[in-house]
């Protein structure tokens, strides 16, 4: 059982920064894959960016290559993902997520959700 709670969401302006945080329980964080979706109002929930037990890949969606980058710490069982040249289209809630194995880009691979953090940026 893995336990996932996010951080770090907030308002921003176009163009700002933001570093999410999503922080794990349990023992064994280096033996998941983490994942990081979001869901804007009236929208599917959707992939952002994973990265690999070790750390040593990562996956991003192409609206965020560039912009986005997810690392991971396995030392605090902590994953982040840093946000830069924000736009009003990335305001949404960010999930993280957990699954065992390798990394996937699809929401019903991960078996453990956070309850997510709003970001939300303004024009």
């Known amino acids: 059982q893995v336990q996932l709670v996010e951080s770090g969401g907030g308002l921003v302006q176009a163009g700002g920064s933001l570093r999410l945080s999503c922080a794990a329980s349990?023992?064994?964080?280096?033996?998941?894959?983490m994942g990081w979706f979001r869901q804007a109002p009236g929208k599917e929930r959707e992939f952002v960016a994973a990265?690999?037990?070790?750390?040593?890949?990562?996956y991003y969606t192409d609206s965020v290559k560039g912009r986005f980058t997810i690392s991971r710490d396995n030392a605090k069982n902590t994953v982040f993902l840093q946000m830069n040249s924000l736009k009003p289209e990335d305001t949404a809630v960010y999930y993280c997520?957990?699954?065992?194995?390798?990394?996937?880009?699809?929401?019903?691979?991960?078996?453990?959700w956070g309850q997510g953090t709003q970001v939300t940026v303004s024009s």
């Open positions: 997520a957990a699954k065992p194995g390798s990394s996937a880009y699809f929401r019903s691979a991960y078996n453990y």
């Open positions: 349990g023992r064994t964080f280096s033996s998941y894959a």
């Open positions: 990265i690999s037990k070790s750390g040593g890949s990562t």
